[in-house]
């Protein structure tokens, strides 16, 4: 996926779950036009689904949805953008193998989708079909998914790392799995 200065989305390669967003499953070879909207702002790729925000805040998903990695409570693919929720306060959106994991402009962390390995951090492993608040704090600034973990950064500087832990990704020589 890519963004042009003047909004709008483009992609191209693999596209067997519809995760280019042109109502399509067909693998495209060069750079296409998604759809004829101009207001794009962030976009994230995940393993073979897709999520964006535009600048009005929505968040907006499409491509495989096996694992409900698109929160929209169904676990249907979807082959072209659709808009997640009603919220228009997302800033950030990370999306993982499986998971989705995002910050809205008042600082909190959501997440959704499998949670096999705990990586929504929400102390469980249980998975959610909808986003849902991480915790209470108010202070994240990024967030970004691996395959089956999760990394964000605080305001002030701290590094938080939870979920798979195989081959000690989390960085903390224990390879156990967290959860939060």
């Not at 596209?15 to 759809?35: A, E, M, R, V």
């Not at 929160?71 to 950030?92: E, H, L």
């Not at 967030?143 to 973990?149: D, K």
């Amino acid at each position: 996926l890519a963004l042009e200065k003047d909004g709008t989305l483009w992609a191209w390669g693999s596209n067997s779950f519809g995760q280019l967003g042109d109502s399509t499953t067909i693998n495209k070879y060069y750079p296409i036009q998604i759809g004829s909207d101009n207001d794009w702002d962030f976009i994230s790729c995940g393993s073979f689904n897709s999520l964006a925000i535009k600048k009005d805040g929505t968040l907006w998903g499409w491509g495989t949805n096996y694992y409900n990695e698109l929160g929209d409570s169904t676990s249907k693919m979807k082959c072209f953008p659709m808009q997640i929720g009603n919220d228009n306060d997302w800033t950030y959106v990370s999306s993982g193998e499986n998971h989705t994991v995002a910050i809205k402009s008042d600082g909190t962390l959501w997440a959704w989708g499998c949670n096999y390995y705990g990586q929504l951090g929400d102390s469980t492993n249980t998975s959610s079909v909808y986003p849902e608040q991480i915790g209470n704090d108010h202070d994240w600034i990024y967030v970004c998914c691996g395959r089956y973990h999760t990394a964000a950064i605080k305001y002030d500087g701290t590094l938080w790392l939870w979920g798979n832990n195989t081959y000690c990704q989390l960085g903390d020589s224990t390879g156990l799995h967290r959860n939060y």
